[in-house]
């Protein structure tokens, strides 16, 4: 059975005005996985957040992240 969903916080650079910290809901064991996933390709949940969300609205220029390798996605189980 899935574990509840729990409110976290993303917090981007402290003083930006254009990257304020949001609140998301996300099960605990997929945020725990997602920040070794992120750092694996150079990312941090964050970053990783904002770049989907781009491609997902389909902003010129916006890719979609990478994915980490099938070694990765085991190792993070």
């Known amino acids: 059975m899935p574990r509840a969903?729990?409110?976290v916080?993303?917090?981007?650079?402290a003083g930006d005005?254009?990257?304020?910290p949001r609140t998301i809901?996300?099960?605990q064991d997929l945020?725990?996985?997602l920040g070794p996933?992120?750092?694996?390709?150079?990312h941090d949940r964050s970053g990783l957040i904002k770049q989907f969300v781009r491609?997902?609205?389909r902003i010129p220029g916006a890719q979609l992240p990478?994915?980490?390798?099938?070694?990765?996605?085991?190792?993070?189980?």
């Not at 916080?9 to 650079?13: A, L, V």
């Not at 005005?17 to 304020?20: A, D, T, V």
């Open 17 to 20: 005005s254009e990257n304020k």
């Open 55 to 57: 491609w997902y609205l």
């Open 5 to 7: 969903l729990q409110a």
């Open 31 to 33: 945020w725990d996985k």
């Open 66 to 77: 990478q994915r980490p390798g099938a070694d990765d996605e085991r190792s993070a189980s």
């Open 25 to 27: 809901r996300m099960e």
């Open 37 to 42: 996933a992120a750092m694996a390709n150079g």
């Open 9 to 13: 916080s993303c917090p981007d650079m």
